[in-house]
């Protein structure tokens, strides 16, 4: 490890640290000096992940975590303060894409929730079982990962664009809260960027229209953002460099 080490000593948790932007964030921190914490349903991801940051002489440890399930996000955040003693930073990655391309009429109840679930549920037990220990903090964030979709423009899902859009609210009510005890919130807003989730995603807008699914995913990864560029934006904000950083951040 080397180069900048801003984030020297913060013990940061992500979930969704399995892969995709919450693994681009987890390596770029720790390469900054920064101790993660992976949580994921991905256990061969997540392990994958963290013993990646460990060989190139990070800080990583991954934990299986359902976060719809507040005992598995209270463990987490545990796990945190007792391997390092503090909690400086939460960053909310985990979240899933179902529905896409589905009229209002085709799309089943359970879609929408489970959707709902692991979104918007799933990011307030993170942070509601994180928040004691943050509290105590120098200098505390909170990220939270919303979607331009949902925000600024359409989702190709009804359910996804709901919970990006309710993330984005619960953080502007979160902040309001919070401000006052010196925790910073900020929600970031992608547009697109290169993940497996929103490959996907493309792919089957591309087979929904009609057209090859494989020039779809070949141009997807050809036009889409590096998770790596985002999670430069992620460990900056985790650091206490962004200290006057505010609210809605929006991004490739």
Same mark, same amino acid.
């Given at each position: 490890m080397g180069g900048i080490m801003r984030l020297a000593d913060r013990v940061v948790i992500i979930t969704g640290g399995g892969r995709g932007i919450g693994a681009a964030a987890a390596r770029v921190i720790a390469a900054e000096g920064g !101790?993660?914490? @992976? *949580?994921?349903m991905l256990e061969a991801e997540? /392990?994958?992940? =963290?013993?990646?940051?460990?060989t190139a002489g990070g800080d990583a440890v991954f934990l299986r975590t359902d976060v719809t399930k507040a005992a598995d996000c209270a463990r987490l955040a545990a796990k945190a303060v007792e391997r390092h003693g503090h909690l400086d930073a939460l960053i909310c990655c985990a979240g899933i894409l179902q529905g896409a391309m589905l009229q209002a009429e085709a799309l089943d109840e359970a879609t929408f929730s489970s959707v @709902? /679930? $692991? +979104?918007?549920k799933g990011t307030f037990l993170t942070v509601q079982a994180a928040l004691p220990y943050l509290r105590k903090a120098e200098q505390p964030a909170i990220l939270l990962l919303a979607s331009e979709a949902g925000v600024k423009v359409?989702?190709?899902?009804?359910?996804?664009?709901?919970? !990006?859009? *309710? #993330?984005?609210g619960f953080a502007m009510t979160l902040e309001a809260q919070l401000a006052?005890? *010196?925790?910073? #919130? +900020?929600?970031?807003?992608?547009?697109?960027?290169?993940?497996? &989730?929103?490959? /996907? +995603?493309? $792919?089957d807008r591309a087979k929904a229209a009609g057209k090859d699914p494989e020039e779809a995913r070949a141009l997807a990864i050809q036009e889409a953002g590096d998770p790596?560029? @985002?999670?430069?934006?992620? =460990?900056? @904000? =985790?650091?206490?460099?962004?200290?006057? &950083?505010? *609210? %809605?951040?929006? %991004?490739?």
């Open positions: !101790k993660v914490l @992976l *949580g994921d997540g /392990e994958q992940t =963290a013993a990646a940051i460990r @709902l /679930e $692991v +979104n918007l359409p989702s190709s899902s009804l359910a996804y664009g709901a919970s !990006k859009g *309710g #993330v984005h006052p005890h *010196g925790i910073r #919130v +900020n929600d970031i807003c992608p547009s697109s960027i290169a993940t497996p &989730m929103r490959i /996907e +995603n493309l $792919v790596i560029g @985002l999670a430069r934006i992620l =460990a900056f @904000l =985790a650091s206490r460099e962004a200290d006057y &950083m505010r *609210g %809605t951040i929006f %991004t490739r």
